[in-house]
């Protein structure tokens, strides 16, 4: 009976080993990992897609899930529940640890998304008219990024160019122009409503805008803005996280990155 007793123990802690594993866990194939992953849909998901078969080589299994918010890709992440995540950037990151006490690390840089401006109301920003509505994503790290991005089309003046920027950080608006903040995926559906809204790349291209032929103007290549792949603190240097930073940053991935979006996503290795 004691020995039974020791058989049934044994197989329920293998089972628990198994449920609460993270990057790591050793799944249904004999010998293969599996790492999750948050990501953005566009262009985000496509290119960890792409990835899979390379992992698959290296013993790991991926599996990708989609988000369709800034929000959850990080709770996720910092509550354990899942690896990885692939949609943002360092100042992104950073605005987001500092406000909800996270602790995610960036593994390694992939791409960038250069944001750009869209208007379905005029085709030169100098039609731009006194008074006119922009959209503006209302995430900080975000905000602070086409706030820039207006600075260069001298349609604002900000006080400085450091750190995270408001509307509060205007010092001159020659054309007195209006702000409205929104949820960054809900940016092309406002679209009709303002005179002009700045989209965040993965957004732009799942409502169909191409970013290279319809902006009226767009960041260019030297953004610093670099999406990244993160984790909790801790994990960055697991076996099967580095396995999947090294095939992010390969030739092949440069490759698929640069024939599938041809440049409105840039490769950043």
Known sequence: MKKCWAILAALLVGVVATACGGAGTTSGDKGTKKVTVAASQVPHAEILEHVKPQLKKEGIDLEVKVFQDYVLPNKVVEEGKMDANFFQHVPFMETTNKESNYHIVKVTGVHIEPMAAYSKKIKNVKDLKDGATIALPNDTSNLTRSLLLLENQK??????????????????NPKKL????????????????????????????????????????????????????????????????????????????????????????????
């Open 155 to 172: 349609l604002i003046q900000l006080d400085n160019r450091e750190g995270n920027k408001t509307e509060r950080n205007i010092k001159s």
């Open 178 to 269: 209006k702000f409205k903040l929104v949820e960054p995926a809900l940016l092309p559906r406002v679209l009709d409503q303002v005179d002009l809204a700045i989209i965040n790349t993965n957004y732009a291209i799942q409502a169909k805008l191409n970013p290279l032929k319809d902006n009226l103007f767009i960041e260019d290549k030297n953004s610093p803005y670099v999406n990244i792949l993160a984790t909790k603190k801790g994990k960055e240097k697991d076996e099967a996280i580095q396995k999947l930073a090294k095939v992010l940053n390969s030739p092949e991935t440069k490759k698929f990155i640069e024939d599938k979006y041809k440049g409105a996503v840039v490769p950043a290795f």
